[in-house]
């Protein structure tokens, strides 16, 4: 272990490994939705987690359309769902009835193809990094989040 994860270890943290893409994208290397393993990207810039619609609809997850929109993702406005997901595991932490919204990922993972790279799931946002105190360690590649966390879900 590096000197960062001993120090965070004493403070209940887990690390969660990351994986660079040739893009310089980080993704996590472990993540499940539900039981199914999905590539989720990190997203310190996106305010909520977020799963493609198409992963969502594949994993059977419960829709609502949410009239306010989403805005990112190389767009101002797309249409966005609410949904929950049983269980959100981040390697050894674990969210359960999880609030996250789904919206069209299809034009970023059609980016990323062209590039050679894998097509993501979704993102995780500073929801959870938040609620979860995340350290990120770029040089080890390495997401460390709280186990214990103070999620709120202020948008059920």
């Known amino acids: 272990m590096s000197p ?3 120090f ?3 403070f209940d943290y887990a690390a969660v490994p990351l994986v660079r893409a040739a ?5 996590l290397a472990g993540a499940a939705i539900n039981g199914r393993d999905v590539t989720l990207y990190l997203d310190t810039g996106a305010g909520r987690t977020v799963i493609d619609l198409a992963c969502a609809r594949a994993l059977g997850l419960p829709l609502e359309a949410d009239a306010a929109g989403a805005g990112g993702a190389g767009s101002a406005t797309l249409a966005s769902h609410r949904t929950r997901l049983a269980s959100l595991d981040l390697g050894a932490v674990a969210e359960e ?3 996250a919204h789904a919206i069209d990922l ?3 993972n ?6 050679g790279e894998r097509p993501m799931d979704g993102v995780l946002g500073a929801d ?3 609620a979860r105190e995340a350290v990120i360690d770029y040089r080890q590649l390495h997401l460390f989040l709280k186990r ?3 999620f709120r879900d202020a948008a059920a």
Do not use: K, N
């Open 4 to 6: 960062l994860a001993d």
């Open 8 to 10: 965070l270890a004493r």
């Open 23 to 27: 893009t310089g994208h980080l993704a």
């Open 97 to 99: 009835d999880f609030p």
């Open 106 to 108: 299809s034009h970023v």
């Open 110 to 115: 059609q980016a990323l193809r062209a590039r």
């Open 128 to 130: 959870v990094l938040d």
């Open 148 to 150: 214990t966390g103070r």
